[in-house]
Nanobody
Framework: VQLLESGGGLVQTGGSLRLSCRAS????????VAWFRQAPGKEREFVAY????????YYADSVKGRFTVSGDNAKNTVFLQMNSLEPEDTAVYYC????????????????????WGQGTQVTVSS
């Protein structure tokens, strides 16, 4: 499966963006999807996770209540709605998938995901 992220850009503090991750080569059905981000000089970090059935969803504490992950079967796309953005959210955002369910303790570990998109840059100005 090939993944293509889009929707990044420059936004002011408090603004919103919606990132998209579109799959080609197969549908998202049956896949487990996560969003990660990587800021300059920092390690890649977990942002959000969704089971393709739509439940459950998990979020990093730093984005809980501000970000929402969702999927659209008809568009074969997973979204990350980001509200109340802060400069600390500035990073390249990646979507990633794997074909088998992870135990809860593993979903935040990037090494368990099999396919990655190329990333989309999000910059939040103060």
């Amino acid at each position: 499966v090939q993944l293509l992220e889009s929707g990044g850009g420059l936004v002011q503090t408090g603004g919103s963006l919606r990132l998209s991750c579109r799959a080609s080569g197969r549908t998202f059905r049956g896949l487990y999807v996560a969003w990660f981000r990587q800021a300059p000089g920092k390690e890649r970090e977990f942002v959000a996770y969704i089971d393709w059935g739509g439940r459950p969803q998990y979020y990093a504490d730093s984005v809980k209540g501000r970000f929402t992950v969702s999927g659209d079967n008809a568009k074969n796309t997973v979204f990350l709605q980001m509200n109340s953005l802060e400069p600390e959210d500035t990073a390249v955002y990646y979507c990633a998938v794997r074909e088998t369910r992870l135990v809860l303790s593993a979903i935040r570990n990037a090494e368990y995901y099999e396919n990655w998109g190329q990333g989309t840059q999000v910059t939040v100005s103060s």
